[in-house]
């Protein structure tokens, strides 16, 4: 018989059971979907033993002490009003309970009591595993421990590996946008769970699991997936059910190869491979005949993922396949197509063709490589997006665009192609922004036939041919790009091309860095151009660009060279640093240079030759290691208003037949003449200031000429106007002053013609002829020269104390036959009187010299002189000019 103990324990776990059934439900305990989330752990339950990984055992009580059984109490209205999706059942007169003691104090345990008090949490989660999705949810309803339980995330992952079979979780943080998350950068508490969620409602296309699905019905009950054999099949059941519930299905295809598929895909559905590794590399359509896939009208939001199309037409076949195609996108739909692997062995069609109006698909994250044609062709007006792609190995271009295709390219990665990388055609259009372009067989980015794309921000470089090629007709504008390290130019230009090639940076080029040939124009303007193999830019075959506000440096030839015909506008530009001239001009070229800065060069800055015309206006020209501007052989350029100045070898060189017309310059501070005319030589010099020079003012010698009017030549270190050499130019009106030594000099046979000049102020003679010259004069006024040879010579001083042997006063000159003197030695007038006294000497004739006794290069000691000086042999004229004999490299 049992006890009364028995009994009220009994009625205490019946009395417990009513209390829970009159419970109001709770929205939190009721949720039956794959989204229930636990409870939150009551506070004041504590760890008597070991803790679990969850630790919501319910405890049980002291066994040495029993606890009253529970009141009911009746509810506080203030809480009924708290639940209105669950009103409270009515509430009954509460019944005194009596103390009861622990049920662990009987002989056995019930099976609830054991669940909640003495399971180990690794047992419940081994029993959990059995569970597919819904079992899963539904224990979780159970209780708070079954619910934190049953949302472990190593529960759902293998539940989702199951039946997805990807490594990580997949989410969709956007329309159109399907990717794998890192379990690391997830903020969801179980990411497997929510991407079950996700895609639970998908059709799988999964060959032969069908059988495997119904061979076994216990084990999938509950489980409400479909699976197909055929991607068709599934698509055609995704049409059937959206035509009538208007749906949006999801088609999961599986790991495999599937060959004999038929794909036009009309409606809005979404497609993605599921594998395990790298899916792409797992989920393989192919078609040997007919597009491996199309999408057409209807697919405006369709999607397709991570799967690989291939395209490989038997070789034998006799079916034309220019019009077939991997992926064909046509006329007036919008797919995005992500992280899919393309390729075409078909010699005649590309891997992915886009054409037609209204398409518009988002492309990105693919690979479409190794295609025995092109890779991407976008033509017929299409657009579309394409992003983040990778573009490589195929045999010809890795994209085209044509008739007025309009595309968006950013990021992608576009190399190692057979041909070009990028290929604008026909009226192609297009926004290419911040794509990585190399290493392609010819041209990175070309442009032809009227298209006009838009280039901003991509990488061009290491191009076996050249970096970017406009030609027949094209244009196009191309911004803030990095095009560098490529075998030809960086940039070619040429038949009638009008492109913008604005604020990029050229260089490292292995010849040239642009280069506009062929009736080529466009605008280049504010652009780096620097560390190339040719020149910076060249112009050539009567191309007239416009040249302006670039920085054109250290190249390893010139700056700008312009030649055979070549024109332009160079405006503004700063050119330096270069190892050759920093502007040539050559062959019949007529180019115009405005405020440009030209300086620090190791050659000529500016350099006509053969022909070499042009205007030179307000330029500022200095700092080169040879002159600033140099003319020969013909060239005849106009040089106006610039400043010439600091020179190592002079301001301005006119040789060998060299012309020009020379006005309003400001020449100065140069390290030897201002200005050079020199051999046959005839230019034009007018209404220039000409001063400060460290050699003469203009040195003209060797069969010069020249017409000299009205220029102000003065405080130049020798001569303000030297003139030697059988030269014979015409000085009119010029006004000569203030030089340290002589105003004119005429020597060596030389003759000029000298009308209304004005002398003045110089610190040897106004006018100083060397024996046998005698020059056309005609209302020169010679006035206020300091004549300080005639003073040194009446003084009785040595003439090498006035001039040392920096500068060569002219007056007459003897040899000393006694102490041997060479045809190379001079004496002055007083020391062959006094330190000579008594010995053989002959008069030469008068001429400029500086005196080798008083420079004490002779052997006996000047009387006249202090300390002597080292010094080599008497230069009778200034030290020749360096004239330019750089290579011409075309």
């Known amino acids: 018989m049992r006890g009364v103990s028995t009994r009220t324990t009994r009625l205490s776990v019946r009395r417990s059971r009513r209390k829970t059934k009159k419970r109001p439900c709770s929205p939190a305990r009721v949720e039956t979907g794959p989204s229930q989330k636990a409870p939150a752990e009551p506070a004041h339950l504590t760890c008597h033993q070991q803790r679990h990984p969850y630790d919501l055992r319910q405890k049980v009580p002291s066994r040495t002490n029993v606890s009253p059984a529970p009141t009911r109490k009746r509810p506080k209205p203030e809480l009924q009003t708290t639940q209105k999706s669950c009103p409270p059942p009515p509430v009954k007169k509460g019944r005194k309970s009596k103390q009861t003691t622990c049920p662990v104090q009987g002989k056995g345990l019930s099976g609830a009591f054991y669940l909640h008090h003495e399971l180990p949490d690794e047992v419940l989660l081994q029993i959990f595993s059995y569970l597919l999705e819904f079992d899963l949810c539904s224990a979780a309803q159970v209780c708070k421990r079954f619910n934190v339980v049953a949302d472990d995330p190593e529960l759902w992952k293998s539940l989702y590996q199951d039946v997805f079979e990807y490594d990580l979780p997949m989410v969709s943080p956007a329309a ?75 088609i999961l295809i599986h790991s495999g190869t599937y060959k004999r598929e038929y794909l036009v895909i009309d409606i809005n559905v979404t497609m993605l491979g599921a594998a395990p590794g790298i899916v792409a590399d797992n989920v393989i359509i192919e078609r040997q005949s007919e597009s491996t896939i199309t999408f057409c009208e209807g697919a405006k939001d369709a999607y397709l993922g991570y799967v690989t199309l291939k395209f490989s037409p038997e070789i034998a076949s006799t079916v034309p396949h220019h019009k077939h195609y991997a992926l064909d996108i046509a006329e007036n739909c919008s797919p995005a197509i992500d992280h899919c ?71 992608n990665h576009i190399h190692h192609g057979r041909d070009v990388g990028i290929f604008t055609f026909d009226s192609g259009l297009g926004y290419f922004e911040a794509n990585d372009i190399h290493n392609n067989r010819i041209a990175g980015f070309e442009v032809k036939a009227g298209a006009n794309p ?18 027949e007709n094209g244009r196009g504008q191309f911004l803030e790009n990095k095009i560098h390290s490529n075998n030809f130019a960086g940039v070619w230009v040429t038949s009638n091309s009008d492109p913008t090639i604005r604020k990029n940076e050229i260089y490292d080029g292995h010849q040239g860095g642009v280069y506009i040939f062929g009736d080529g124009r466009g605008l280049i303007e504010y652009n780096n151009i620097y560390g190339n193999a040719l020149a910076g830019i060249q112009i050539r075959t009567n191309s007239n660009p416009i040249i302006r506000h670039n920085k054109i440096h250290h190249g390893q030839h010139g700056g700008v060279y312009v030649h055979e015909k070549g024109q332009g506008l160079i405006v503004e530009n700063e050119v330096y640093s270069n190892t050759l001239a920093g502007v040539w001009i050559t062959t019949g070229s007529t180019p115009i240079l405005r405020r440009n800065r030209i300086h620090s060069g190791k050659q000529v800055g500016v350099y006509f030759y053969d022909n070499g015309h042009g205007t030179l206006e307000d330029n500022d020209i ?44 400001e020449i100065f501070e140069n390290a030897m003449a201002g200005v050079w005319i020199k051999t046959d030589s005839n230019p034009k010099l007018r209404y220039n200031k000409i001063h400060d020079g460290r050699d003469g003012g203009i040195c003209i010698f060797n069969g010069g000429r020249g017409i000299l009017e009205e220029n102000d030549i003065f405080r130049n270190a020798q001569a303000g106007v030297l003139i030697s050499n059988q030269s014979n130019p015409t000085l009119r009106q010029n006004r000569i002053f203030d030089g340290l030594a002589a105003g004119i000099e005429i020597t060596n046979n030389a003759t000029a013609t000298l009308e209304g000049n004005r002398i003045f102020n110089n610190r040897f003679e106004g006018l100083c002829l060397a024996s046998d010259v005698k020059p056309q004069l005609k209302e020169n006024k010679i006035f206020g020269n300091q004549d300080m040879i005639e003073k040194a010579v009446a003084s009785g001083q040595c003439l090498y104390k006035i001039s040392s042997y920096t500068s060569f006063p002219m007056h007459d000159f003897f040899r000393c036959r006694t102490c041997n003197t060479s045809e190379r030695n001079a004496i002055c007038v007083n020391c062959i009187l006094t330190c000579h006294a008594g010995h053989q000497f002959d008069f030469i004739r008068r001429d400029r010299f500086f005196c080798d006794c008083g420079a004490g290069t002779l052997n006996n000691c000047c009387q006249l002189q202090g300390e002597p000086t080292q010094d080599t042999d008497t230069l009778y004229d200034s030290a020749a000019p360096m004239e330019s004999h750089t290579l011409m490299v075309n």
């Open 454 to 471: 838009t280039v901003v921000r991509c990488e061009i470089h290491h191009g076996q041919t050249g970096g970017v090629y406009v030609h």
């Open 622 to 665: 200095f700092n080169h290691l040879y002159s600033g501007v140099q003319i020969r052989t013909g060239s005849n350029p106009v040089i106006v208003r610039n400043k010439i100045w600091g020179g190592q070898n002079g301001g301005i060189l006119v040789y060998n037949g060299g012309l020009g017309v020379i006005e309003h310059n």
């Open 176 to 250: 159109k946008v399907y990717e794998f998350v890192h379990l690391e950068d997830c903020t969801e508490h179980n990411p497997w769970k929510e991407s079950f969620k996700l895609l639970y409602d998908a059709l799988h296309v999964r060959p032969g699991y069908h059988e495997e699905y119904e061979s076994h019905p216990e084990r999938y009950r509950g489980r409400n997936i479909l699976f197909f054999d055929t991607i068709d099949s599934a698509y055609n059941y995704a049409e059937m059910e959206g035509d009538q519930r208007g749906d949006h299905h999801t």
């Open 341 to 411: 692997i393309i390729r075409s062995s078909s010699v005649v069609g590309a891997a992915v063709c886009v054409s037609g109006c209204g398409a518009e698909p988002h492309i990105k994250h693919c690979i479409i490589s190794d295609c025995e044609n092109v890779g991407l062709y976008i033509t017929d007006y299409a657009q579309g997006i394409y992003e983040d792609n990778e573009i490589s190995r195929n045999a010809l271009a890795g994209v085209w665009v044509k008739n007025h295709a309009n595309p968006i390219m950013r990021r």
